[in-house]
């Protein structure tokens, strides 16, 4: 029986820089459910962070709690503290699109624009004025591309194929170069690879190592191998609650929670 009053396990971890967010006591509710209870963690900069564990324990539901997208969700409730850069994110000083904009968000499912390739990634970009001329703006859309891993493979096409034009795993890197078009600090992934083939996964995992130079990533993934091949740190929750987080080594060999040494070995879930 878990224990809904014990603290999590947080296992240290040995890091020369202060924490980017830090998420304190964060209970949520949807009407009279509560969806989350004292979750405690800390986001640090350069760093792949994967949330697993069961279906409907509370991973994407405190997810979006980081860029404030429950805002216009009817009948939350949200108490607890999250600070990034040591402010409250959810102080009323806080504009919440400038918030979000310090975010980039990739879906399991690739939802690209109805648009040019181009217009994909240029519209954050645009919108934001992050670029200040033409030049600026096409030499932008090649860089997310190619940060994407996409550039070679549609280069001659920006103009003329349409975002859902290209495949599955196309589409979703197409996503993921959308995403950086804002400049984001941290990289919210929601089982990004969850509708995509091996194929496309794998070069997918081999982005999210490869964009924690630039950013933080926190990535929600419901396969195990995924998380220790990517995750410098991992996070399981259980029934709304964080029981344990810690270094991914710790916690696939010597996690110290029943719940997460039963999920981590198939038991459940």
């Not at 967010?21 to 209870?37: C, F, H, P, S, T």
């Not at 000083?93 to 040019?116: C, E, M, Y």
């Not at 645009?126 to 280069?155: F, Y």
């Not at 984001?184 to 091996?198: A, H, I, N, Q, R």
Request: aromatic fraction near 6%.
């Amino acid at each position: 029986m878990l224990d809904m009053t014990s603290t999590p396990v947080i296992h240290p971890v040995l890091r020369n820089s202060a924490p980017l967010i830090e998420v304190r006591e964060l209970d949520l509710w949807y009407g009279a459910k509560q969806a989350l209870n004292a979750v405690d963690l800390d986001i640090y900069p350069n760093e792949v962070l994967a949330f697993i564990g069961p279906s409907g324990c509370g991973k994407s539901t405190a997810l979006k709690c980081l860029n404030r997208m429950h805002d216009h969700t009817r009948d939350i409730r949200i108490s607890g503290s999250i600070r990034m850069d040591h402010v409250d994110v959810y102080h009323p000083s806080i504009d919440p699109p400038l918030h979000r904009r310090r975010f980039g968000w990739v879906a399991q499912k690739p939802n690209p624009f109805p648009s040019t390739l181009y217009e994909n990634v240029a519209y954050g970009a645009r919108i934001h004025g992050l670029t200040q001329s033409r030049v600026d703006l096409d030499a932008h859309v090649e860089t997310c591309l190619r940060r994407a891993g996409l550039w070679d493979e549609v280069k001659d096409d920006l103009h003329i194929r349409k975002g859902p034009d290209l495949s599955g795993g196309q589409q979703q890197r197409l996503c993921i170069a959308r995403a950086l078009a804002t400049m984001p600090e941290v990289l919210l992934m929601d089982e990004p690879t969850g509708s995509v083939d091996p194929h496309a996964t794998a070069i997918i995992e081999d982005l999210m190592i490869d964009l924690k130079a630039d950013h933080s990533v926190v990535v929600i993934t419901h396969s195990l191998m995924q998380a220790r091949r990517v995750a410098d740190r991992v996070a399981y929750f259980h029934l709304g609650r964080l029981l344990e987080i810690g270094p991914t080594e710790v916690m696939f060999t010597a996690p110290e929670t029943p719940e997460a040494r039963a999920f981590i070995a198939g038991k459940f879930g």
